[in-house]
Each structure stands twice: as C-alpha cells, then as structure tokens.
C-alpha cells in the first residue's frame, strides 16, 4: 500500500505486508521523498539505494542493480500486470556471484490471492510480438516487432525454470564481471498473451538495457 504523507505530494509511504507458503506473515515499512529517490537513471528505494525503478508504463516494470559489485548481492525483479493482477519474480546472486534464489510474488488488487496457477501450458499457435527497449539514461525505443516467440531466447546459455502462475525464468547460475549476462523474465498472462521483460549488464558488471516485449497468438 502507498500513501501521501505531505501537501506537496513529493512524499509517501510504502507498506508492505507479506505471507509466506508456510503460513508466515511480515511488514515492513518504508518513506520515499522525491527529493533524495527520484534520480536521472530511475527511480530509487530506501530499501536498496544501489538499484533502480524502471518502467515502460502498462504494468512493464523492473527494478534492477545497476551494477554488478565484487562482495555484494544483486539482481532484478521483473513485473508484469493484467487487470487487477501484479506478479513479480526476483532473482537474486549472492556475494559470491551465485544464483541465490528465486522469488516469485503473486499480488491482487484489494484481496491477498492465496492459490498459486498452473505452469505454462498451450503455447501452439503462431505468436507475434512488439518490442521496446530501455537504456540507462532511461530513453525507450520506438516499438518494433519482434522474433517469434520462444521459451529460451538465450538459447540454452542461461538456465530455465518453470515457475508456477506461467512464468518461465532464463537466469544464469552465476554472474561475474568479465562476462556480459542477461536476466530473462516472461508470464503467460493469458490465454491468447505472453509478456517478457529481459535485464542486460556488460562486461563490466554495469546494467546497459531493459527489453520489454508482448507476444499475441494469431489464429
């Protein structure tokens, strides 16, 4: 939840309230001034000052470090909306540079959905798609169209996992700097509609692109 905190609207505060598989619950609250949080390349969180908010708009978000440090853990946690749904799916490297762990958050707006989907399923059928990307300094590419959809775009370098609600994770099992590495993100959001958004860091650790892409199937 978000809420407005001064007059001027250059201030809310965030509150998250969790509940875990097992049955756990946590809250954790934090305010953000748009003074010290609103930057030139993102949008920052009091949560973690090295990474930033990006967005495309229409739910298409991503918050990602920005670049990859010796000794600290990093990642990207990716997006998606459909009507009243938000799911997020964060994959985190730790200190070392290895994959840590995945999270995936399912969200509803106005009721905590406690069910979790099926994996992807029926994706036969030809599927189009748009493109768009995001660079550092936050310029977005005209829409373009796109290759034909495939679940591993980075053709078996990155591993895959299938996750439940649809979604599918083409991450690497470890990141390092001297190796360019993207993180890859997609969400069957329906039956006929499949998002994907994709994290790209250079050979020096340093985020270089968000791709935002929508796929339709065509009869």
Same mark, same amino acid.
């Not at 309230?17 to 003074?35: C, F, L, M, P, R």
């Not at 959905?113 to 189009?128: H, Q, R």
């Given at each position: 939840?978000?809420?407005?905190?001064?007059?001027?609207?250059?201030?809310?505060?965030?509150?998250?309230?969790?509940?875990?598989?097992?049955?756990?619950?946590? /809250? !954790?609250?934090?305010?953000?001034?748009?003074?010290?949080?609103?930057?030139?390349?993102?949008?920052?969180?009091?949560?973690?000052?090295?990474?930033?908010?990006?967005?495309?708009?229409?739910?298409?978000?991503?918050?990602?470090? !920005?670049?990859? %440090?010796?000794?600290?853990?990093? *990642?990207?946690? #990716?997006?998606?909306?459909?009507?009243?749904? &938000?799911?997020?799916? +964060?994959?985190?490297?730790?200190?070392?540079?290895?994959? %840590? /762990?995945? $999270?995936?958050? &399912? @969200?509803?707006?106005?009721?905590?959905?406690?069910? +979790?989907?099926?994996?992807?399923?029926?994706?036969?059928?030809?599927?189009?798609?748009?493109?768009?990307?995001?660079?550092?300094? #936050?310029?977005?590419?005209?829409? %373009?169209?796109?290759?034909?959809?495939? #679940?591993?775009? $980075?053709?078996?370098?990155?591993?895959?996992?299938?996750?439940?609600? &649809?979604?599918?994770?083409?991450?690497?099992?470890?990141?390092?700097?001297?190796?360019?590495? @993207?993180?890859?993100?997609?969400?069957?959001?329906?039956?006929?509609?499949? /998002?994907?958004?994709? +994290?790209?860091?250079? /050979?020096? *650790?340093?985020?270089?692109?968000?791709?935002?892409?929508?796929? &339709?199937?065509?009869?």
């Amino acid at each position: 939840s978000f809420r407005i905190i001064d007059e001027e609207q250059t201030a809310i505060i965030h509150t998250n309230n969790y509940t875990y598989s097992d049955g756990s619950t946590a /809250k !954790k609250t934090w305010q953000i001034h748009k003074q010290s949080c609103d930057r030139p390349d993102g949008v920052t969180h009091p949560a973690i000052m090295s990474m930033r908010a990006l967005s495309f708009g229409q739910g298409a978000t991503a918050w990602v470090s !920005k670049t990859l %440090e010796p000794g600290k853990k990093s *990642g990207a946690e #990716l997006f998606f909306r459909s009507k009243d749904w &938000r799911t997020s799916v +964060a994959t985190i490297y730790d200190e070392s540079g290895d994959l %840590e /762990k995945i $999270t995936l958050i &399912r @969200e509803h707006l106005g009721s905590s959905p406690n069910t +979790a989907g099926p994996e992807i399923e029926n994706l036969l059928g030809k599927w189009l798609g748009t493109k768009e990307e995001m660079n550092p300094d #936050l310029k977005v590419s005209p829409a %373009e169209e796109t290759q034909a959809l495939v #679940l591993d775009p $980075t053709e078996g370098k990155n591993e895959t996992f299938f996750l439940p609600d &649809r979604v599918v994770v083409n991450s690497p099992k470890r990141i390092k700097v001297g190796e360019q590495f @993207e993180i890859v993100t997609g969400k069957q959001v329906s039956n006929d509609e499949y /998002k994907r958004l994709t +994290a790209k860091y250079d /050979k020096s *650790g340093a985020f270089t692109l968000l791709i935002s892409e929508v796929f &339709r199937r065509k009869e």
